[in-house]
């Protein structure tokens, strides 16, 4: 597919062994950096102070009785350690960049659920109407604004481009997805305001104070726990003074997390993100559950997040 005229596509090349917890993470500190290990080490600390268990299951039935042991097994690997992390990402990309799993339509990003978007896309627009009521700093029409895992655009289209941004940069990882994106969203509503960035989220740097508002959605879960904080960190520090960051996503129930092996993403608990988010520097100022969802699939929390030194000022 090729891009309309008014589009701008800019492509960015991106890129069970059972032990004591202790024993787990001495591996873990001998092939990750200094980071991510006190990272993990944090984040399990937090998590029992909070849960009963850090542990999870996957796709597979695998049962993990700790955070340490799903990325001991995920990041790690068991045959080829030094290629696992990359074997994560490219295992995502490639299901994504597959016609059969994921066809360019609604149906195909929402997974078989095209039913739930316009419900969907109401639940996210009286969200941001609310926060914009509560917050008079948030500026949405002629502001700038991010749609992060943007697919072929359909939170951009139903969601960010009504709401009256003036700059829309939608980032996503499959080549293929996002060139259906101009298409899809159409010249009357994209003009010259939409930008089209070809990148994973763990690779992506957007500059400081650019952004009003960066929307992400259904797809955080791709991140691992390390990509994650770091990536927050650098949304963080892209909003302009009074912009916002929101999430919005699946969580569990009760186990902490579950591994989809088919794509390589991560469900986690409610506190699970919390913490994460809290790691970043970012504080919740509102939050809702989206209502009226199917009952076959995980509660679905939006999360409006702001600079804890923001807030301080």
């Known amino acids: 597919r090729t891009c309309h005229n008014s589009a701008y596509l800019s492509l960015i090349v991106s890129s069970s062994h059972r032990s004591s917890p202790k024993q787990r993470q001495s591996t873990l ?14 984040l399990d600390e937090r998590l029992r102070s909070t849960l009963s268990t850090t542990g999870g299951v996957d796709s597979e039935g695998r049962v993990y009785k700790t955070i340490y042991e799903l990325w001991e097994s995920e990041l790690l690997g068991e045959e080829n350690r030094s290629q696992s992390g990359k074997r994560w990402y490219s295992q995502a990309k490639d299901y994504w960049d597959d016609e059969v799993n994921c066809p360019s339509t609604v149906n195909g990003v929402l997974g078989g659920f095209a039913s739930i978007s316009e419900m969907d896309i109401v639940g996210s627009r009286n969200f941001l109407l609310e926060l914009s009521e509560k917050f008079a700093s948030l500026c949405l029409e002629g502001g700038s604004c991010c749609d992060c895992g943007a697919g072929i655009g ?28 101009p298409e899809y969203i159409g010249d009357d509503l994209a003009g010259n305001r939409c930008r089209y960035l070809c990148v994973g989220l763990q690779d992506f740097c957007p500059n400081p104070s650019t952004y009003d508002l960066i929307w992400i959605q259904w797809v955080i879960g791709h991140l691992t726990d390390g990509d994650c904080v770091r990536f927050l960190e650098r949304c963080r520090v892209s909003l302009k003074p009074g912009g916002m960051i929101c999430m919005k996503d699946n969580s569990c129930a009760t186990d902490t997390f579950f591994v989809d092996k088919n794509d390589s993403s991560l469900t986690r ?45």
């Open 154 to 181: 359909r939170v951009s289209k139903g969601l960010l481009l009504p709401l009256g941004f003036k700059r829309c940069d939608l980032v996503e990882v499959s080549q293929r997805l996002l060139f259906s994106a």
């Open 29 to 42: 500190i001998n092939v990750m950096n200094e980071q991510d290990k006190d990272l993990i080490a944090s």
């Open 269 to 313: 608990s409610l506190p699970y993100l919390l913490h994460l988010c809290e790691i970043a520097g970012l504080k919740v100022v509102h939050q809702k559950v989206q209502q009226n969802f199917p009952t076959d699939i995980y509660p679905v929390n939006i999360l409006a997040l702001r600079s804890r030194t923001e807030l301080k000022c």
